[in-house]
């Protein structure tokens, strides 16, 4: 019983492809949240959506679109890729922002 | 949201506990003080958090110096299987920033 799960969990693609990753939570929270770590293991909030509805939207570049079709899912649709975009990408929910975020297992997205 | 500073590595043997210090000294009175690790490959995992008390769960132990300035994580039995990245943060529901964490080395 997973309660925060990523597909894919390895993406490997060319320089200027499209591509979306999907993130859904069965913990019944109501904020869910995008991050990425790049190779320096640092992790940066990307967005973050309450009840379907984008909260935190970090510098992140226009080719980064979050959706959120219901309060259990939140996924991440990057436009012509970048090979700076290579990195790991968390998506995590909690119950409101003032509780504990739980993360899910990351998607190791390469671009080459 | 304060900053926080800890070690970038430690050592502990395995079944001993171990003692994670971190550094929050301009921390405001509404920040909450949380710590997560990430062992290899895999997504942070909650560990604990306090605001002045301190606290225990089935994980860890998380003591907070009355002044709020400075926290310990405590680890009483520690595993080969706790070696892991531990992220001390101090937040207050803005933004929820990772550091560079603790590097600590489970050593049988």
Sequence with gaps: DTAVSQTPKYLVTQMGNDKSIKCEQNLGHDTMYWYKQDSKKFLKIMFSYNNKELIINETVPNRFSPKSPDKAHLNLHINSLELGDSAVYFCASSQGQRSPRYFGPGTRLTVL | ?108
């Design chain 2, 1 to 108: 949201d304060a900053k926080t500073t800890q070690p970038t590595s430690m050592d502990c043997a395995e079944g001993r506990a171990a003692n994670l210090p971190c550094n929050h000294s301009t921390i405001s009175g509404n920040e909450y003080v949380y710590w997560y690790r990430q062992i290899h490959s895999q997504g942070p995992q909650y560990i604990i958090h306090g605001l002045k008390n301190n606290e225990t769960n089935e994980m860890a132990s998380l003591i907070i110096t009355e002044d709020r300035k400075s926290s310990t994580l405590i680890l009483p039995h520690a595993t080969l299987r706790d070696t892991a990245v531990y992220y001390c943060i101090a937040y207050n529901f803005n933004k929820f920033y990772f550091g560079s964490g603790t590097k600590l080395n489970v050593k049988p």
